[in-house]
């Protein structure tokens, strides 16, 4: 956990950098143009500024060791500021972008030289993909760990802090391309509606990468389950104890970032006795912490199934 943690926090603090310096210099860029893309970019960066300093607190929050009052750990305030970080996101980032591009089409505002703009984008292009490539890195790590794709990981992380970086950057590479082709279409055209809609088309971005974001730290803050590749194998390991004839039923809940929470009930066979049962539970928690280095607790249960009860 403390190196995961550690990984998850240079990653946000790479990516906190480049959006506070990324930020400021779209802002001199935009006022100088007078771009409402370029003014949405400044605020995309701003809010995802906000948001890499939220997620700091996520990853240092999410990081507490257990205590009397939180014996599970602090694991799920990682999952709260995080969606705090996608709010900031969606109220700081898509609602200044989509109003103030309303705003540029209805007014239909003229642009000042937009050479700077262009500079700031293509600089700001290249520290967003040096963010992406570090955060996509971790990515790979992991999924190496747990034997699956990149994409599947991704998909069901409980890595928030990881999992926003990797969206917001993609989705700020994708803005800085609609920036650049608004200040091109005006340029081309003369008319105010290409910039505007740029604008608007950004704040669209953003409102679908916060939507999402909130959603899945919003499962995890009501007891999402590991995923069903980890649970088909946390299963697997059950069933090849010689002691255990089946698993009545099965559990799991990720807890914090990457830790995952495990409670079966156990059908042990007739034969085995008392301290058999004991040592195989023993022996069954040492296995599934070695196979998942991210299950921190497990709790066994020996119950007989219901045709045995019969």
């Given at each position: 956990?403390?190196?995961?943690?550690?990984?998850?926090?240079?990653?946000?603090?790479?990516?906190?950098?480049?959006?506070?310096?990324?930020?400021?210099?779209?802002?001199?860029?935009?006022?100088?143009?007078?771009?409402?893309a370029?003014?949405?970019?400044?605020?995309?960066?701003?809010?995802?500024?906000?948001?890499?300093?939220?997620?700091?607190?996520?990853?240092?929050?999410?990081?507490?060791?257990p205590?009397?009052?939180?014996?599970?750990?602090?694991?799920?305030a990682?999952?709260?500021?995080?969606?705090?970080?996608?709010?900031?996101?969606?109220?700081g980032g898509?609602?200044?972008?989509i109003?103030?591009?309303?705003?540029?089409?209805?007014?239909?505002?003229?642009?000042?030289?937009?050479?700077?703009?262009?500079?700031?984008?293509?600089?700001?292009?290249?520290l967003?993909?040096?963010?992406?490539?570090?955060?996509?890195?971790?990515?790979?790590?992991?999924?190496?760990?747990?034997?699956?794709?990149?994409?599947?990981?991704?998909?069901?992380?409980?890595d928030?802090?990881?999992?926003?970086?990797?969206?917001?950057?993609?989705?700020?590479?994708?803005?800085?391309?609609?920036?650049?082709?608004?200040?091109?279409?005006?340029?081309?055209?003369?008319?105010?509606?290409?910039?505007?809609?740029?604008?608007v088309?950004?704040?669209?971005?953003?409102l679908?990468?916060?939507?999402?974001?909130?959603?899945?730290?919003?499962?995890?803050?009501i007891?999402?389950?590991?995923?069903?590749?980890?649970?088909?194998g946390?299963?697997?390991?059950?069933?090849?104890?010689?002691?255990?004839?089946?698993?009545?039923?099965?559990?799991?809940?990720?807890?914090?970032?990457?830790?995952?929470?495990?409670?079966?009930?156990?059908?042990?066979?007739?034969?085995?006795?008392?301290?058999?049962?004991?040592?195989?539970?023993?022996?069954?928690?040492?296995?599934?912490?070695?196979?998942?280095?991210?299950?921190?607790?497990?709790f066994?249960?020996?119950?007989?199934?219901?045709?045995?009860?019969?």
């Amino acid at each position: 956990m403390a190196d995961k943690s550690g990984e998850s926090l240079a990653t946000v603090l790479v990516a906190g950098a480049a959006n506070l310096a990324i930020a400021l210099a779209k802002l001199v860029a935009g006022l100088i143009g007078g771009s409402a893309a370029m003014l949405s970019e400044a605020a995309h960066s701003a809010a995802d500024t906000v948001t890499e300093l939220l997620l700091l607190v996520s990853v240092r929050r999410a990081g507490k060791p257990p205590d009397e009052r939180h014996p599970f750990g602090y694991g799920k305030a990682g999952f709260f500021w995080a969606m705090m970080a996608a709010i900031a996101t969606l109220v700081g980032g898509a609602g200044f972008s989509i109003t103030h591009g309303v705003h540029e089409i209805s007014a239909g505002e003229k642009l000042g030289n937009l050479t700077p703009s262009y500079i700031v984008l293509a600089v700001s292009f290249a520290l967003e993909a040096v963010s992406l490539t570090r955060a996509l890195t971790q990515l790979r790590k992991e999924a190496g760990a747990y034997e699956v794709s990149p994409v599947r990981l991704l998909r069901v992380t409980s890595d928030t802090a990881l999992k926003a970086v990797l969206f917001e950057d993609a989705a700020a590479l994708a803005g800085l391309l609609i920036a650049a082709a608004g200040l091109l279409g005006w340029q081309v055209t003369g008319s105010p509606v290409w910039d505007g809609a740029a604008s608007v088309g950004i704040g669209l971005l953003l409102l679908v990468v916060a939507l999402t974001l909130i959603q899945s730290n919003l499962s995890l803050l009501i007891g999402q389950a590991a995923p069903r590749q980890v649970e088909t194998g946390i299963r697997a390991v059950l069933l090849a104890q010689p002691e255990v004839e089946d698993v009545v039923e099965l559990l799991t809940m990720m807890i914090g970032p990457g830790d995952i929470l495990v409670a079966a009930k156990i059908d042990f066979r007739d034969e085995a006795t008392a301290a058999g049962v004991e040592l195989a539970c023993d022996e069954v928690d040492r296995r599934l912490r070695e196979r998942f280095p991210g299950v921190v607790q497990v709790f066994l249960d020996p119950t007989p199934t219901r045709r045995r009860q019969v």
